[in-house]
């Protein structure tokens, strides 16, 4: 049998369709057949994978050295005080890590452990102060270097700071102060203001003065306008020194009293403190020496006595004015 060629290619094309199309039938039956995936275009946007954040560093606390203590041999002349200067640490700190007595005793070739100081890093400025951070901060200090034989009391005395805030304010617990300690003294804390012209140092103590005249029970009349008292002198007088003369009428109650200070051995009992009710009175009276360290807030002196008080005396006067008469 003779073909054309047209008619034998159509009959090929036709088997190889009818052929794949029962292939397929037959393999879609079995379940071997699989949806062909799609093929993403080019110019599709590729998908943005954002980047981790990264660890914030965990900081690790540098912990301080410790310092070791300095050694020390004691020089002719030093002091507590001195090496505490030197090397700017406090004289507690000498006297605690040494074991020293409260008076500080030192003698030549004594080996000391000098405490080194400790840095505290400055702590970041808040927005707010506490109250105790403003008071602070507000209050004026001076710096005061301790003198021989002064004391913590005394300095407080000089300054008119209480003992107790001027002991608060400086860390201590003792009224013992060392030659050459520095003190911060708050003035914010001033009970009177002390006098520019008024010596810090007050003298050692004086004895107590002596009672003269007049004798003691001595009588005054009614006719005695005055009544005059002396007693021996101590030594000389500082410029801020005085002899404080105490007055007091017994008899009269009420504390009816004088108070005054001279520089003389002598002191002359006004007329206007002779009782008036026409009985004679009995008076007592002694003399101490004082210091003038200051005035108060109303520019009254402030004085601190300067050694003992004398014997107290007594002397009658006798009222002017009408009354019984007195009866011996």
């Known amino acids: 049998m003779r073909l054309s060629l047209p008619i034998a290619i159509g009959l090929l094309t036709l088997f190889l369709l009818v052929g794949g199309g029962l292939t397929y039938v037959a393999l879609a039956q079995t379940g071997r057949v699989s949806q062909p995936t799609g093929v993403p275009s080019a110019s599709a946007s590729a998908s943005i994978t954002p980047s981790p954040s ?9 912990p301080q050295a410790t310092l070791t203590p300095l050694s020390y041999n004691v020089q002719p002349g030093d002091t507590c005080g001195l090496i505490a200067a030197i090397f700017n640490v406090s004289v507690q700190s000498v006297v605690l890590t040494n074991n020293l007595d409260a008076t500080c005793n030192l003698f030549v070739g004594q080996a000391l452990s000098i405490p080194q100081p400790t ?21 004026e200090t001076v710096d005061y270097v301790v003198q021989e034989g002064e004391t913590m009391s005394l300095i407080a005395v000089s300054y008119g700071v209480p003992l107790e805030a001027l002991l608060e304010w400086n860390g201590l617990t003792s009224d ?11 003035l914010c804390e001033r009970t009177f203001v002390g006098g520019s012209t008024v010596t810090p ?37 500082r410029e801020n020194e005085y002899y404080q003369v105490i007055v007091v009428d017994v008899t009269g109650g009420q504390n009816r009293r004088i108070t005054d200070e001279v520089k003389d051995t002598s002191f002359i009992v006004p007329a206007t403190f002779r009782p008036t009710d026409g009985q004679p009175h009995v008076f007592r009276w002694f003399v101490v020496t004082v210091a003038q360290i200051g005035v108060d807030a109303d520019g009254l002196p402030v004085y601190v006595t300067g050694g003992p008080q004398s014997e107290t005396r007594v002397f009658t006067w006798s009222g002017t004015g009408g009354g019984a008469t007195a009866q011996p």
């Open 54 to 62: 990264p660890e914030t560093p965990s900081i690790t606390p540098t």
């Open 119 to 139: 840095f505290t890093p400055t702590p970041l400025a808040s927005a707010t102060l506490s109250e105790l951070e403003a008071t602070i901060a507000a209050c």
């Open 176 to 186: 013992i102060a060392y030659l050459g300690q520095h003190i911060s003294i708050p």
């Open 201 to 237: 140092t007050i003298a050692p103590p004086y004895p107590a003065p002596e009672p003269l005249l007049p004798a003691d029970g001595a009588p005054f009349d009614s006719s005695s306008d005055t009544v005059t008292l002396q007693w021996s002198s101590v030594g000389t007088l």
